[in-house]
């Protein structure tokens, strides 16, 4: 039942604007001709999905196959793609596709076979035809498991409106290919894949970018030592990857930077001075910071154990030295402190019992020596959190003798 060759009528004013006409003009029968006419039209004949835009979404159907037939595909027949095809969703005013988006992991009625949590598998690999949907503001194809190949390359020079890229959970491999011509591109996630190479050094020309997550790949490099112009990012996990050489001291001044996740590299030199400081109008954003499980050396920075919104600081198993500062005030709050398995030297400092808060504090492995001072928090931590050091005693080691 396609109406006319009209591609895009606009839309019928909506009933209930005409609701409220009618209410501010009590008594008129002609606005409540209006509200009956507007009950009685068929319902608002947004536009039809584009032919072209239909074709390119059945032959990025046909690179992929779902296991144990979920719902997900089966939805998708007839040939308006913009009503009732699952994950697909339409700009009305043109009929392009805007957004296609299929989670694995969504509870959803379609995707019943899959289990409750949802746990689909869907195998083959992401074609080139997602870059014939040129008009795509979301292309999520996530926690698939079993999607492999690579990223296609088209995606960053064919979608201009793209602002979501989303493919984590999958077994894709190659390279990132290089981004910079998305310029509207706001998240960015392929994490939990198997993709190697380096990170395009034209990442960082994203203006946009807000969540950045490639963490549990295999990437190599180093990091863009212009990272820090990524004014707009909040999140950066790059966790559990390969890469190499320093932290860009450039990261030290990213004005939004609230999660950095750079664990499990190989990341070698000091925590850029001054991260966590907070930068410009005395912003300070970082909540979160992981760096555990790298080659880091110099010191502990202060700024960040004087920081009183960082909540979670991991820089466990590094080769960190020198003493820890006596830098904690009354405004350092701890979720999670671990400086376990590095090289520190000196004392546990006096300013630790000054903190608002400390829950899980992790001193172990390390060169401290003398005494561990009496009062929150040292009261309720337990031995684990001090063993293995060169001549700590007191508090819950037991007396110093
Ligand atoms: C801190 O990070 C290291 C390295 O990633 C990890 O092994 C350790 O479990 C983390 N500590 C906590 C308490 O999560």
Not at 133 to 142: E, I, K, W
Not at 165 to 186: C, D, V, Y
Not at 213 to 234: E, Y
Not at 247 to 272: C, F, W, Y
Request: with cysteine; proline share 8%.
């Amino acid at each position: 039942m396609l109406a006319t060759d009209e591609h895009c009528r606009p839309l019928p004013p909506k009933p209930q604007s005409k609701a409220k006409h009618a209410m501010a003009s009590p008594g008129t029968a002609a606005a409540l001709l209006v509200v009956l006419a507007a009950l009685l039209a068929p319902p608002p004949a947004a536009c039809a999905c584009s032919a072209a835009d239909r074709d390119a979404l059945l032959s990025i159907r046909a690179a992929l196959s779902e296991e144990r037939r979920l719902g997900v595909f089966s939805t998708w027949t007839g040939t308006d793609c913009c009503a009732g095809w699952y994950g697909v969703a339409c700009d009305p005013t043109t009929g392009r596709v805007a957004d296609l988006s299929l989670r694995g992991e969504a509870d959803d009625a379609v995707m019943a076979p899959a289990g409750r949590p949802a746990s689909g598998v869907m195998s083959g690999y992401v074609s080139d035809a997602v870059c014939r949907l040129d008009r795509l503001s979301s292309l999520v194809l996530a926690d698939w498991k079993q999607i492999s190949g690579p990223v296609p390359a088209c995606v960053a020079t064919s979608l201009p409106y793209l602002r979501i890229l989303e493919l984590p959970g999958n077994r894709l491999t190659g390279a990132i290919p290089p981004l910079a011509a998305l310029s509207r591109l706001a998240v960015l996630n392929l994490a939990d894949n198997q993709l190697t190479g380096g990170i395009p050094g034209s990442v960082t020309s994203l203006a946009e970018l807000k969540h950045l997550d490639l963490a549990n790949n295999r990437l190599t490099g180093r990091l863009p030592s212009d990272f820090g112009k990524l004014r707009m990012l909040s999140r950066a996990l790059l966790g559990r990857n390969r890469l190499s050489g320093p932290i860009p001291a450039s990261v030290a001044s990213m004005p939004r930077l609230a999660d950095l996740d750079l664990s499990e590299n190989q990341l070698t030199g000091a925590i850029p001075e001054g991260l966590g400081r907070g930068s410009g109008n005395g912003g300070n954003v970082l909540t979160s910071l992981y760096l555990g499980g790298n080659r880091l050396s110099g010191g502990v920075p202060a700024s960040l154990l004087a920081n009183s919104g960082l909540g979670m600081l991991n820089l466990s198993r590094n080769a960190l030295g020198g003493g820890i500062p006596d830098a904690f005030t009354p405004r350092s709050y701890f979720m999670l402190l671990d400086l376990s398995r590095n090289r520190l030297t000196g004392g546990v400092p006096r300013s630790l019992s000054l903190a608002a808060y400390v829950g899980h504090l992790d001193l172990s492995h390390n060169r401290l020596c003398g005494s561990i001072p009496a009062g929150p928090p040292f009261d309720h931590l337990d031995a684990q959190s001090f063993a293995s050091n060169s001549c700590l005693c007191g508090g819950p080691l037991g007396k110093c003798t």
